[in-house]
Protein backbone atom coordinates (compact mmCIF):
# COMPACT_ATOMS: atom_id res chain seq x y z
CA UNK A 1 0.00 0.00 0.00
CA UNK A 2 1.45 3.36 -1.03
CA UNK A 3 0.82 5.97 2.39
CA UNK A 4 0.49 9.65 1.68
CA UNK A 5 -0.74 12.33 4.28
CA UNK A 6 -2.54 8.96 5.57
CA UNK A 7 -4.30 7.62 3.55
CA UNK A 8 -3.25 4.30 2.28
CA UNK A 9 -3.96 2.84 -1.79
CA UNK A 10 -3.02 0.14 -3.64
CA UNK A 11 -0.81 0.03 -6.20
CA UNK A 12 -0.50 -2.34 -9.42
CA UNK A 13 2.60 -2.14 -11.72
CA UNK A 14 2.16 -3.35 -15.29
CA UNK A 15 4.65 -4.25 -17.35
CA UNK A 16 4.24 -5.33 -20.98
CA UNK A 17 7.49 -7.44 -22.10
CA UNK A 18 8.62 -9.39 -24.62
CA UNK A 19 12.14 -11.19 -24.59
CA UNK A 20 13.63 -8.94 -21.67
CA UNK A 21 15.11 -11.84 -19.54
CA UNK A 22 18.24 -9.86 -19.18
CA UNK A 23 16.74 -6.42 -18.05
CA UNK A 24 13.20 -7.69 -16.09
CA UNK A 25 14.89 -8.72 -13.04
CA UNK A 26 16.75 -6.03 -12.21
CA UNK A 27 13.58 -4.04 -13.27
CA UNK A 28 11.49 -6.37 -10.44
CA UNK A 29 13.95 -5.77 -7.79
CA UNK A 30 14.11 -2.01 -8.05
CA UNK A 31 10.10 -1.88 -7.35
CA UNK A 32 9.24 -0.07 -4.17
CA UNK A 33 8.69 -2.45 -1.13
CA UNK A 34 4.68 -0.93 -1.36
CA UNK A 35 3.85 -2.34 -4.85
CA UNK A 36 1.14 -4.44 -3.85
CA UNK A 37 0.79 -6.24 -7.42
CA UNK A 38 2.76 -6.59 -10.38
CA UNK A 39 0.80 -7.46 -13.56
CA UNK A 40 3.45 -9.36 -16.11
CA UNK A 41 2.16 -9.04 -19.84
CA UNK A 42 4.33 -10.96 -22.21
CA UNK A 43 4.24 -10.93 -25.63
CA UNK A 44 5.09 -14.13 -26.85
CA UNK A 45 8.52 -14.23 -25.75
CA UNK A 46 11.26 -16.65 -26.71
CA UNK A 47 13.37 -16.41 -23.75
CA UNK A 48 13.09 -16.62 -20.26
CA UNK A 49 11.46 -13.18 -19.58
CA UNK A 50 8.84 -15.53 -17.86
CA UNK A 51 10.72 -17.70 -15.79
CA UNK A 52 13.31 -14.96 -14.44
CA UNK A 53 10.38 -12.60 -14.07
CA UNK A 54 9.04 -15.41 -11.64
CA UNK A 55 12.38 -15.93 -9.80
CA UNK A 56 12.69 -12.21 -8.67
CA UNK A 57 8.93 -11.73 -8.47
CA UNK A 58 7.40 -14.78 -7.06
CA UNK A 59 3.66 -13.29 -6.24
CA UNK A 60 3.55 -11.99 -10.20
CA UNK A 61 0.13 -12.03 -12.04
CA UNK A 62 1.14 -13.32 -15.73
CA UNK A 63 -0.84 -12.40 -18.69
CA UNK A 64 -0.33 -13.68 -22.02
CA UNK A 65 -1.03 -11.67 -24.76
CA UNK A 66 -3.76 -12.43 -27.42
CA UNK A 67 -2.51 -10.04 -30.06
CA UNK A 68 0.30 -8.54 -31.23
CA UNK A 69 2.14 -4.53 -29.75
CA UNK A 70 2.41 -2.96 -26.81
CA UNK A 71 -0.74 -1.22 -26.94
CA UNK A 72 -2.54 -4.59 -26.55
CA UNK A 73 0.35 -5.46 -24.05
CA UNK A 74 -0.71 -2.96 -21.98
CA UNK A 75 -4.41 -3.05 -22.66
CA UNK A 76 -4.27 -6.65 -20.98
CA UNK A 77 -2.41 -5.34 -17.82
CA UNK A 78 -5.27 -2.81 -17.23
CA UNK A 79 -8.08 -5.57 -17.28
CA UNK A 80 -6.20 -7.92 -14.96
CA UNK A 81 -4.89 -4.87 -12.51
CA UNK A 82 -7.02 -4.82 -9.31
CA UNK A 83 -5.22 -1.60 -7.52
CA UNK A 84 -6.95 1.57 -6.97
CA UNK A 85 -3.42 2.98 -8.41
CA UNK A 86 -2.37 1.53 -11.27
CA UNK A 87 1.65 2.34 -13.00
CA UNK A 88 3.31 1.67 -16.49
CA UNK A 89 6.40 1.10 -16.95
CA UNK A 90 8.78 -0.60 -19.83
CA UNK A 91 10.79 -3.99 -19.19
CA UNK A 92 13.99 -2.56 -20.83
CA UNK A 93 15.34 -0.98 -17.55
CA UNK A 94 15.15 2.61 -19.38
CA UNK A 95 12.57 4.20 -16.60
CA UNK A 96 13.34 3.87 -13.48
CA UNK A 97 11.14 2.32 -10.64
CA UNK A 98 12.75 4.04 -7.99
CA UNK A 99 10.34 7.50 -9.75
CA UNK A 100 7.30 5.57 -8.79
CA UNK A 101 6.59 7.61 -5.84
CA UNK A 102 6.75 10.83 -7.78
CA UNK A 103 4.29 9.87 -10.10
CA UNK A 104 1.61 8.46 -7.01
CA UNK A 105 1.78 11.52 -5.18
CA UNK A 106 -0.27 13.39 -7.32
CA UNK A 107 -2.41 10.72 -7.43
CA UNK A 108 -2.77 10.80 -3.88
CA UNK A 109 -3.41 14.28 -3.83
CA UNK A 110 -6.29 13.87 -6.14
CA UNK A 111 -5.08 14.00 -9.95
CA UNK A 112 -6.74 11.73 -12.14
CA UNK A 113 -3.52 10.87 -14.55
CA UNK A 114 0.34 11.10 -14.19
CA UNK A 115 2.29 11.86 -17.01
CA UNK A 116 6.56 11.27 -16.93
CA UNK A 117 8.24 14.36 -18.89
CA UNK A 118 11.67 13.82 -19.72
CA UNK A 119 11.45 17.98 -21.24
CA UNK A 120 10.73 19.46 -17.60
CA UNK A 121 13.18 20.75 -15.10
CA UNK A 122 14.78 17.41 -13.68
CA UNK A 123 13.69 14.94 -16.44
CA UNK A 124 15.67 14.02 -18.86
CA UNK A 125 17.15 11.55 -21.09
CA UNK A 126 20.14 9.06 -22.23
CA UNK A 127 18.52 7.67 -25.15
CA UNK A 128 16.78 9.91 -27.40
CA UNK A 129 18.25 10.82 -30.49
CA UNK A 130 18.28 14.90 -31.73
CA UNK A 131 15.44 13.26 -34.68
CA UNK A 132 13.39 11.60 -32.15
CA UNK A 133 13.42 14.80 -29.72
CA UNK A 134 12.73 16.84 -33.29
CA UNK A 135 9.48 14.80 -33.88
CA UNK A 136 8.43 14.73 -30.33
CA UNK A 137 8.74 18.02 -30.18
CA UNK A 138 6.45 18.33 -33.77
CA UNK A 139 3.91 16.18 -32.37
CA UNK A 140 3.58 17.96 -29.00
CA UNK A 141 2.78 21.51 -30.75
CA UNK A 142 -0.06 19.64 -33.23
CA UNK A 143 -1.44 17.43 -30.41
CA UNK A 144 -1.40 21.02 -27.90
CA UNK A 145 -2.78 22.89 -30.77
CA UNK A 146 -5.62 20.44 -31.58
CA UNK A 147 -6.30 19.47 -28.15
CA UNK A 148 -5.63 22.53 -26.11
CA UNK A 149 -3.17 19.92 -23.93
CA UNK A 150 -0.24 21.17 -22.41
CA UNK A 151 1.99 18.09 -23.19
CA UNK A 152 5.87 18.53 -23.12
CA UNK A 153 6.53 15.17 -23.73
CA UNK A 154 4.27 13.21 -25.76
CA UNK A 155 5.70 10.19 -26.89
CA UNK A 156 6.63 8.90 -23.41
CA UNK A 157 5.25 5.88 -21.81
CA UNK A 158 6.13 5.93 -17.98
CA UNK A 159 2.63 6.88 -16.79
CA UNK A 160 0.47 6.09 -13.82
CA UNK A 161 -3.58 6.53 -12.89
CA UNK A 162 -6.42 5.79 -11.22
CA UNK A 163 -8.35 2.88 -11.70
CA UNK A 164 -11.50 4.87 -12.54
CA UNK A 165 -9.10 6.29 -15.77
CA UNK A 166 -9.41 2.97 -17.42
CA UNK A 167 -12.47 3.32 -18.61
CA UNK A 168 -11.41 6.60 -20.29
CA UNK A 169 -9.10 5.22 -21.84
CA UNK A 170 -11.93 3.32 -24.11
CA UNK A 171 -9.52 0.63 -25.34
CA UNK A 172 -10.21 -2.24 -27.53
CA UNK A 173 -10.99 -5.80 -25.47
CA UNK A 174 -7.40 -7.30 -25.00
CA UNK A 175 -8.50 -10.81 -25.50
CA UNK A 176 -10.41 -11.16 -27.97
CA UNK A 177 -8.05 -13.02 -31.27
CA UNK A 178 -7.96 -11.74 -34.51
CA UNK A 179 -5.83 -9.02 -36.63
CA UNK A 180 -4.19 -6.29 -34.53
CA UNK A 181 -7.00 -3.23 -33.37
CA UNK A 182 -6.15 0.21 -33.63
CA UNK A 183 -4.15 0.68 -30.51
CA UNK A 184 -2.79 -2.03 -30.32
CA UNK A 185 0.65 -0.34 -31.46
CA UNK A 186 3.31 2.27 -30.02
CA UNK A 187 0.65 4.20 -30.42
CA UNK A 188 -1.23 3.79 -27.28
CA UNK A 189 0.41 6.13 -25.21
CA UNK A 190 -0.85 9.12 -27.82
CA UNK A 191 -4.15 7.77 -27.88
CA UNK A 192 -4.45 7.72 -24.12
CA UNK A 193 -2.57 10.78 -23.29
CA UNK A 194 -5.64 12.59 -25.67
CA UNK A 195 -8.60 10.69 -24.24
CA UNK A 196 -7.90 11.56 -20.60
CA UNK A 197 -7.60 15.46 -22.10
CA UNK A 198 -10.94 15.01 -23.85
CA UNK A 199 -12.90 12.76 -21.24
CA UNK A 200 -11.73 16.37 -19.20
CA UNK A 201 -9.80 14.22 -16.38
CA UNK A 202 -7.30 16.08 -14.49
CA UNK A 203 -3.45 15.57 -15.48
CA UNK A 204 -0.12 15.96 -13.94
CA UNK A 205 3.18 16.26 -15.55
CA UNK A 206 5.93 15.05 -13.15
CA UNK A 207 10.09 15.06 -14.15
CA UNK A 208 11.31 11.28 -15.47
CA UNK A 209 14.81 10.42 -16.32
CA UNK A 210 15.22 8.04 -19.37
CA UNK A 211 17.99 5.56 -19.04
CA UNK A 212 19.19 3.40 -21.73
CA UNK A 213 18.29 0.38 -21.92
CA UNK A 214 20.26 -2.46 -20.17
CA UNK A 215 21.02 -5.00 -22.59
CA UNK A 216 19.16 -5.59 -25.99
CA UNK A 217 17.39 -3.93 -28.98
CA UNK A 218 14.42 -1.24 -29.23
CA UNK A 219 10.98 -2.52 -30.94
CA UNK A 220 10.84 1.17 -31.65
CA UNK A 221 11.18 2.45 -35.12
CA UNK A 222 11.57 5.98 -35.42
CA UNK A 223 9.58 6.67 -39.00
CA UNK A 224 6.83 3.87 -38.74
CA UNK A 225 6.14 4.56 -35.45
CA UNK A 226 6.19 8.18 -35.74
CA UNK A 227 3.54 8.68 -38.89
CA UNK A 228 1.79 5.75 -36.76
CA UNK A 229 1.81 8.59 -33.86
CA UNK A 230 0.58 11.38 -36.24
CA UNK A 231 -2.66 9.33 -37.56
CA UNK A 232 -3.60 8.74 -34.13
CA UNK A 233 -3.56 12.23 -33.51
CA UNK A 234 -5.84 13.01 -36.30
CA UNK A 235 -8.04 10.27 -36.44
CA UNK A 236 -8.25 10.86 -32.17
CA UNK A 237 -9.28 14.37 -33.57
CA UNK A 238 -11.86 13.68 -36.28
CA UNK A 239 -13.51 11.25 -34.02
CA UNK A 240 -13.57 13.14 -30.95
CA UNK A 241 -13.08 17.18 -31.87
CA UNK A 242 -16.83 17.47 -30.97
CA UNK A 243 -16.47 16.56 -27.07
CA UNK A 244 -13.45 18.83 -26.64
CA UNK A 245 -14.40 21.85 -24.24
CA UNK A 246 -12.19 25.00 -22.96
CA UNK A 247 -9.44 23.49 -20.71
CA UNK A 248 -7.69 25.49 -17.90
CA UNK A 249 -4.29 26.23 -17.60
CA UNK A 250 -2.15 23.86 -15.38
CA UNK A 251 -1.65 24.35 -11.68
CA UNK A 252 1.44 22.77 -9.99
CA UNK A 253 1.12 19.46 -7.71
CA UNK A 254 1.84 20.09 -3.98
CA UNK A 255 4.44 18.48 -2.38
CA UNK A 256 6.61 17.19 -5.38
CA UNK A 257 8.95 14.67 -3.68
CA UNK A 258 12.33 15.31 -2.32
CA UNK A 259 14.77 15.25 -5.64
CA UNK A 260 11.86 16.63 -8.29
CA UNK A 261 10.78 19.34 -9.77
CA UNK A 262 7.20 20.62 -8.97
CA UNK A 263 4.79 18.94 -11.45
CA UNK A 264 2.52 20.48 -13.60
CA UNK A 265 -0.73 20.02 -15.02
CA UNK A 266 -1.23 19.48 -18.52
CA UNK A 267 -4.13 20.80 -19.27
Same mark, same amino acid.
Given at each position: ???????????????????????????????????????????????????????? &??????? &??????????????????????????????????????????????????????????????????????????????????????????????????? &???????????????????????????????????????????????????????????????????????????????????????? &?????????????????
Amino acid at each position: MFEHNGVAKSVTVVVPARNEAQNIGWVLDNLPDYVDEVVLVDGSSVDDTIEVAREH &RPDLTLV &RQTRRGKGNALAAGFEAATSQLIVMIDADGSMHPAEITRFLEPLAEGADYVKGSRFVTGGGSDDITALRKAGNWGLNVLTNVLFRSRYTDLCYGYNAFT &RDCVEAFTLAPAHEKGAGRYGDGFEIETMINVRVVLAGLDVVEVPSYEYLRRSGESNLNTFRDGFRVLGTILRERGQRARRLTHLPAP &RPAEAPSEAAAPAARTR
